[in-house]
């Protein structure tokens, strides 16, 4: 289990953009991401595999494409339950908060890409423990929590 890419945005509903480290801060979110602050839904986490799917059936996109902060390989969020905490690297802590979610309209990522996985795929989490990440970190499901 490990991260693949780190994207932020300074606007809500687009594409992000990638960097290959960034700094989780407690309580917030993504360090500069438009979708940090005092709520439920601080950081974004999308699987790679999902997004090869997303490939598969034809859509141009890749890394950060759905608005995700985080993607990952070997885990498989949709089905983590709510209260799972996570390991990033040597020191940040997540808690999953939320599990897909319901657009009320289609954004600005669904015209871009043709379709929005974020709704059916995308786990949302709040920062426990903050710290710096980067591409090729580690991840640790952490027990407890749920």
Known sequence: MKIVSIAYSKKKGTRKTCVQEAVL??????????????????????????????????????FGDFAENISTTGIDWKNAPVGSRFKLGKEAVVEITQIGKECHKKCAIYYQAGDCIMPREG??????????????????ELPGGD
């Open 25 to 62: 801060v407690k309580e917030h979110g993504l360090e500069n991401d438009a979708h940090a602050g005092p709520w439920h839904r601080q950081v974004s986490f999308l699987s790679a595999e999902a997004i090869d799917w997303a490939k598969d059936k034809g859509l141009d996109v890749g």
């Open 123 to 140: 786990v949302f989490a709040r920062v426990l423990n903050g710290g710096s990440i980067s591409v090729g970190d580690g991840i640790e």
